[in-house]
């Protein structure tokens, strides 16, 4: 995703909304506030690029996706009625994003169930050890840890690793897991531990404690999104004047 010189030229607001609630930032984004819309994305910036690269494989396309999935948001404020929280009914609209940009690009991401014999064939391929020199120590010291970490991860399909991503990655309850992606408890209960089987078969145990680290999302990305949705607001004039 390039930064466009209009979105280069974007002032981003210093706000003073950090630790307002969720439901007066949603009042005052539905009035144009551009502290507001800043404050919301810096607070779920991290969770909705994260969730949504549980079913993308590529970072940029991933923070494309988060982009898109803010307009939508923004755009259906006055649709958010706080029956689910605002971090649970942003991550639906990412994911939907998500598996929208997908299949434009003519890939079919699966988030429903599969066979058993698909599911025995994934977890064979799952199961190939690394070798010796690619053992938790030795990685930790050529500072590959994290890499090796992400591709495993990045080798679950999109239904094993966008449960993971959100109970593992974010701590996401299995409750709000289940209401983001839109299955039940009993789904994501199974999914998770799978998921965690799978990634034990392939790297050990002694990785978990690193699990948490996995798919970064701060700096130059994080305001890169702020700065592009913000110019977009204001080109559709929802960003109300000083």
Known sequence: MQISDKE??????????DHVVDGELVRLAGQGDAQAFTAIMRKYNRLM???VRGVVHDDAEAQDAVQDAYLRAFGALPQFRGEASLGTWLVRIAI?????AQRKRGRHVRLDDMDEQER????DRMAIQADASAQPDALAERSQLSVLLQRSVDSLPPMYRSVFVLRAVEEMSVQDTAACLQVSEEVVKTRYLRARTMLRDALGAQLEPHIPGVYAFAGARCEAVVRHVLAQLTSQGRIAAA
């Not at 939907?96 to 929208?100: E, I, R």
């Open 49 to 51: 690029f994260r969730s």
């Open 96 to 100: 939907h994003a998500a598996l929208d």
């Open 8 to 17: 280069d030229n974007i002032l981003l607001p210093d706000t003073q909304l």
């Open 120 to 123: 025995q064939a994934l977890e």
